[in-house]
Protein backbone atom coordinates (compact mmCIF):
# COMPACT_ATOMS: atom_id res chain seq x y z
CA UNK A 1 0.00 0.00 0.00
CA UNK A 2 1.76 3.48 -1.02
CA UNK A 3 2.02 6.12 2.20
CA UNK A 4 3.01 9.30 2.54
CA UNK A 5 5.23 10.21 5.97
CA UNK A 6 6.01 14.25 6.41
CA UNK A 7 9.01 14.13 8.90
CA UNK A 8 8.72 17.12 11.40
CA UNK A 9 4.84 18.30 12.09
CA UNK A 10 6.44 22.25 12.94
CA UNK A 11 9.55 24.10 11.05
CA UNK A 12 10.72 26.59 11.76
CA UNK A 13 13.31 28.72 10.16
CA UNK A 14 14.69 32.57 10.21
CA UNK A 15 13.60 34.98 7.77
CA UNK A 16 16.33 34.69 4.52
CA UNK A 17 17.18 30.76 6.28
CA UNK A 18 17.07 27.65 4.03
CA UNK A 19 13.49 25.96 4.16
CA UNK A 20 13.20 22.27 4.11
CA UNK A 21 10.42 20.12 4.68
CA UNK A 22 10.79 16.28 4.25
CA UNK A 23 8.56 14.02 2.53
CA UNK A 24 9.11 10.07 2.16
CA UNK A 25 6.74 8.02 0.28
CA UNK A 26 6.36 4.31 -0.13
CA UNK A 27 4.78 2.77 -3.65
CA UNK A 28 5.58 -0.10 -5.64
CA UNK A 29 5.42 1.16 -9.21
CA UNK A 30 6.46 4.99 -9.74
CA UNK A 31 4.89 7.68 -8.42
CA UNK A 32 3.27 10.63 -9.06
CA UNK A 33 4.16 13.85 -5.90
CA UNK A 34 2.55 16.57 -5.34
CA UNK A 35 3.22 19.29 -2.87
CA UNK A 36 0.78 21.68 -1.78
CA UNK A 37 0.27 24.96 0.24
CA UNK A 38 -2.67 25.79 2.63
CA UNK A 39 -2.86 29.35 3.93
CA UNK A 40 -4.55 29.98 7.38
CA UNK A 41 -8.56 29.32 6.46
CA UNK A 42 -8.06 28.52 2.73
CA UNK A 43 -7.88 25.86 0.63
CA UNK A 44 -4.86 23.79 -0.52
CA UNK A 45 -3.02 25.41 -3.45
CA UNK A 46 -0.30 23.47 -6.25
CA UNK A 47 2.99 23.96 -5.78
CA UNK A 48 4.47 21.67 -7.84
CA UNK A 49 4.25 18.22 -8.99
CA UNK A 50 6.37 15.45 -10.27
CA UNK A 51 5.29 13.27 -13.03
CA UNK A 52 8.25 11.25 -14.11
CA UNK A 53 9.57 13.90 -16.47
CA UNK A 54 12.80 15.62 -14.26
CA UNK A 55 13.97 14.99 -11.16
CA UNK A 56 13.90 18.21 -9.96
CA UNK A 57 10.77 20.25 -10.17
CA UNK A 58 10.54 23.83 -9.73
CA UNK A 59 7.20 25.10 -8.70
CA UNK A 60 5.90 28.44 -7.47
CA UNK A 61 7.20 31.22 -5.18
CA UNK A 62 10.61 29.29 -5.75
CA UNK A 63 10.27 26.33 -4.23
CA UNK A 64 12.01 23.30 -5.34
CA UNK A 65 11.53 19.65 -4.82
CA UNK A 66 14.13 16.88 -5.53
CA UNK A 67 12.58 13.33 -6.72
CA UNK A 68 15.28 10.86 -5.27
CA UNK A 69 14.35 6.80 -6.15
CA UNK A 70 16.33 5.91 -3.97
CA UNK A 71 16.04 7.81 -1.29
CA UNK A 72 12.33 7.64 -1.74
CA UNK A 73 11.96 11.02 -0.44
CA UNK A 74 10.44 14.26 -2.40
CA UNK A 75 11.87 17.15 -0.07
CA UNK A 76 11.00 20.82 -0.66
CA UNK A 77 13.22 23.46 -0.63
CA UNK A 78 13.29 27.05 -0.80
CA UNK A 79 16.73 29.02 -0.84
CA UNK A 80 15.28 32.12 0.73
CA UNK A 81 12.35 32.18 4.19
CA UNK A 82 9.93 35.28 3.35
CA UNK A 83 7.56 35.67 6.22
CA UNK A 84 4.74 35.14 3.70
CA UNK A 85 5.56 31.66 3.11
CA UNK A 86 4.22 30.76 6.91
CA UNK A 87 1.54 27.91 6.26
CA UNK A 88 0.96 24.72 5.92
CA UNK A 89 2.43 22.22 3.40
CA UNK A 90 1.10 18.77 2.40
CA UNK A 91 3.04 16.02 0.08
CA UNK A 92 1.02 13.76 -1.68
CA UNK A 93 1.08 10.93 -3.34
CA UNK A 94 -1.35 10.04 -6.47
CA UNK A 95 -3.43 6.36 -5.40
CA UNK A 96 -1.80 4.31 -8.18
CA UNK A 97 -4.29 1.48 -7.08
CA UNK A 98 -7.65 3.53 -7.77
CA UNK A 99 -7.92 3.71 -11.61
CA UNK A 100 -8.39 7.39 -12.87
CA UNK A 101 -10.41 8.35 -9.70
CA UNK A 102 -7.47 10.74 -9.49
CA UNK A 103 -7.25 9.76 -5.56
CA UNK A 104 -4.39 11.14 -3.60
CA UNK A 105 -3.07 10.39 -0.32
CA UNK A 106 -1.32 13.19 1.62
CA UNK A 107 0.38 13.25 4.11
CA UNK A 108 0.27 14.93 7.39
CA UNK A 109 1.23 18.16 6.76
CA UNK A 110 4.32 20.24 8.29
CA UNK A 111 3.63 23.75 9.48
CA UNK A 112 5.89 26.15 9.01
CA UNK A 113 6.65 28.91 11.02
CA UNK A 114 9.11 31.87 10.11
CA UNK A 115 10.75 34.43 12.26
CA UNK A 116 11.88 37.61 11.86
CA UNK B 1 -8.14 29.11 -14.79
CA UNK B 2 -9.36 26.61 -12.56
CA UNK B 3 -11.91 27.36 -9.92
CA UNK B 4 -13.34 25.26 -7.45
CA UNK B 5 -16.18 27.08 -5.41
CA UNK B 6 -17.62 26.41 -2.67
CA UNK B 7 -21.13 27.69 -1.54
CA UNK B 8 -20.54 28.81 2.01
CA UNK B 9 -17.22 29.81 3.82
CA UNK B 10 -18.35 29.61 7.18
CA UNK B 11 -21.70 28.18 8.12
CA UNK B 12 -23.58 27.45 11.92
CA UNK B 13 -26.02 24.63 12.22
CA UNK B 14 -27.96 23.46 15.13
CA UNK B 15 -27.40 19.24 16.00
CA UNK B 16 -30.01 17.44 14.47
CA UNK B 17 -30.10 19.43 11.19
CA UNK B 18 -29.96 18.21 7.72
CA UNK B 19 -27.34 20.03 6.19
CA UNK B 20 -25.55 20.75 2.76
CA UNK B 21 -22.70 21.75 1.65
CA UNK B 22 -22.33 22.98 -2.12
CA UNK B 23 -19.15 22.20 -4.74
CA UNK B 24 -18.97 23.22 -8.14
CA UNK B 25 -16.43 23.61 -10.57
CA UNK B 26 -15.95 25.27 -14.06
CA UNK B 27 -13.34 22.65 -15.54
CA UNK B 28 -15.19 19.87 -16.93
CA UNK B 29 -13.19 17.68 -14.16
CA UNK B 30 -14.63 13.99 -14.18
CA UNK B 31 -13.16 13.47 -10.44
CA UNK B 32 -14.84 15.29 -7.11
CA UNK B 33 -13.39 14.53 -3.63
CA UNK B 34 -15.08 16.38 -0.18
CA UNK B 35 -12.42 15.97 3.03
CA UNK B 36 -12.83 16.96 6.37
CA UNK B 37 -10.03 18.58 8.10
CA UNK B 38 -8.95 18.47 11.94
CA UNK B 39 -6.03 19.83 13.64
CA UNK B 40 -3.42 17.44 13.80
CA UNK B 41 -5.89 14.26 11.60
CA UNK B 42 -4.80 16.19 8.51
CA UNK B 43 -6.71 15.69 4.88
CA UNK B 44 -9.33 12.77 5.73
CA UNK B 45 -11.49 11.25 2.82
CA UNK B 46 -15.42 11.03 3.11
CA UNK B 47 -16.39 10.73 -0.27
CA UNK B 48 -15.80 10.69 -4.01
CA UNK B 49 -16.91 10.53 -7.31
CA UNK B 50 -15.59 9.85 -10.93
CA UNK B 51 -18.53 10.45 -12.74
CA UNK B 52 -22.00 11.40 -12.37
CA UNK B 53 -24.55 9.41 -10.41
CA UNK B 54 -21.43 7.41 -9.56
CA UNK B 55 -20.18 7.81 -5.61
CA UNK B 56 -17.46 6.01 -3.39
CA UNK B 57 -16.95 6.34 0.18
CA UNK B 58 -13.58 7.50 1.47
CA UNK B 59 -11.86 6.71 4.76
CA UNK B 60 -14.29 8.16 6.96
CA UNK B 61 -17.91 8.09 5.19
CA UNK B 62 -19.87 7.30 8.45
CA UNK B 63 -22.89 10.19 9.11
CA UNK B 64 -22.46 11.66 5.33
CA UNK B 65 -23.72 11.24 1.99
CA UNK B 66 -23.22 12.71 -1.33
CA UNK B 67 -25.12 13.50 -4.75
CA UNK B 68 -23.42 14.24 -8.14
CA UNK B 69 -26.58 14.76 -10.04
CA UNK B 70 -24.23 16.90 -12.60
CA UNK B 71 -20.92 17.01 -13.74
CA UNK B 72 -19.69 20.28 -12.32
CA UNK B 73 -21.30 19.78 -8.66
CA UNK B 74 -20.81 17.71 -5.90
CA UNK B 75 -23.01 17.95 -2.92
CA UNK B 76 -21.92 16.96 0.79
CA UNK B 77 -24.97 16.25 3.04
CA UNK B 78 -24.71 15.42 7.09
CA UNK B 79 -27.57 13.65 7.55
CA UNK B 80 -28.47 14.33 10.83
CA UNK B 81 -25.75 16.95 11.96
CA UNK B 82 -23.36 16.07 15.13
CA UNK B 83 -21.15 18.44 17.04
CA UNK B 84 -18.42 15.94 16.31
CA UNK B 85 -18.88 16.67 12.69
CA UNK B 86 -17.71 20.30 13.27
CA UNK B 87 -14.74 20.58 11.14
CA UNK B 88 -13.42 22.31 8.13
CA UNK B 89 -14.71 21.07 4.81
CA UNK B 90 -12.43 20.85 1.33
CA UNK B 91 -14.03 20.43 -1.78
CA UNK B 92 -11.35 19.36 -4.92
CA UNK B 93 -11.48 18.15 -8.83
CA UNK B 94 -9.19 16.44 -11.00
CA UNK B 95 -9.36 15.66 -14.22
CA UNK B 96 -9.47 11.52 -15.12
CA UNK B 97 -5.85 12.27 -17.40
CA UNK B 98 -3.14 10.44 -15.32
CA UNK B 99 -0.67 12.52 -13.55
CA UNK B 100 -3.13 15.54 -12.47
CA UNK B 101 -3.24 17.48 -9.43
CA UNK B 102 -6.44 17.86 -7.77
CA UNK B 103 -8.00 21.75 -7.40
CA UNK B 104 -9.17 23.04 -4.19
CA UNK B 105 -12.08 25.51 -3.20
CA UNK B 106 -11.05 27.49 -0.55
CA UNK B 107 -13.01 25.28 2.31
CA UNK B 108 -16.01 25.85 4.69
CA UNK B 109 -15.66 26.37 7.93
CA UNK B 110 -18.92 23.85 9.56
CA UNK B 111 -19.51 24.41 13.60
CA UNK B 112 -22.46 22.34 14.79
CA UNK B 113 -24.11 23.50 17.93
Known amino acids: AQSVTQLGSHVSVSEGALVLLRCNYS??????LFWYVQYPNQGLQLLLKYTSAATLVKGINDFEAEFKKSETSFHLTKPSAHMSDAAEYFC??????????????FGQGTTLQVKP | DVKVTQSSRYLVKRTGEKVFLECVQD?????MFWYRQDPGLGLRLIYF???????EKGDIPEGYSVSREKKERFSLILESASTNQTSMYLCASSSVRQRQPQHFGDGTRLSIL
Open chain 1, 92 to 105: AVSDQGSGNTGKLI
Open chain 1, 27 to 32: SSVPPY
Open chain 2, 49 to 55: SYDVKMK
Open chain 2, 27 to 31: MDHEN
